[in-house]
């Protein structure tokens, strides 16, 4: 077996032992979990993604967002806020007719509209990622969970700042949004304390 075979070889069986706080053998959440949830995000492009698709994910599946990702990546120009803060009514009815993406008119026009608010915030405070850490205190809040059970659908943290976005004019950013985001991007460390991923995202700081 050559050895570039052997390593991914290892590297499966590596992946396949470890301990996830997510029980799922779907590929999609093992790929999402392994590598992104709750890694801290200082970009800001990443930081309107995800701010995007969880407001598109209200009331459907993570698993339906995820499997729509690449296709709304490419139909959204690679969610840059410059861009899409350019759309127009041309590009609202390119994207309803676009069965790869979530076609929810309200979702787009919300997703246009941010494109619009996130730009005010980078002009007055430097960047998205300078404004949405403050709701931290610039440090990943490590809620040290032994079971989902204890885990909250909203903290006091994302109550502030779904308020401070809606006062800005964003669009589907609720309470509960605003934790499923914060998650998302390592405003906190959700992962349970068994799960491999929490010592690595507690190494963040």
Sequence with gaps: M???????VLHAMEKKNLTRCWNTSNPLYIKYHDEEWGTPVHDDR???????????QAGLTWELILKRREAMKKAFDNFDPD???KYTDKDVGRLMNNPHVIRNKAKISAAINNAHRFKEIQ???GSFDAFI?????????????KDFSHMPAASDESRAMSAELK???FKFVGPTI????MQAVGLVNDHLLHCFRYNEIKKHG
């Design 83 to 85: 861009k899409i803060a």
């Design 123 to 125: 002009k007055d405070f």
């Design 46 to 56: 990443t930081l309107f993604e995800l701010l995007i698709l969880e407001g598109f």
């Design 178 to 181: 605003c934790y499923a985001f």
């Design 167 to 169: 006062e800005r004019g």
């Design 2 to 8: 050559k050895l570039k075979s052997l390593s991914k």
């Design 133 to 145: 850490w403050r709701f931290v205190k610039g440090k990943t809040i490590d809620h040290r969970l």
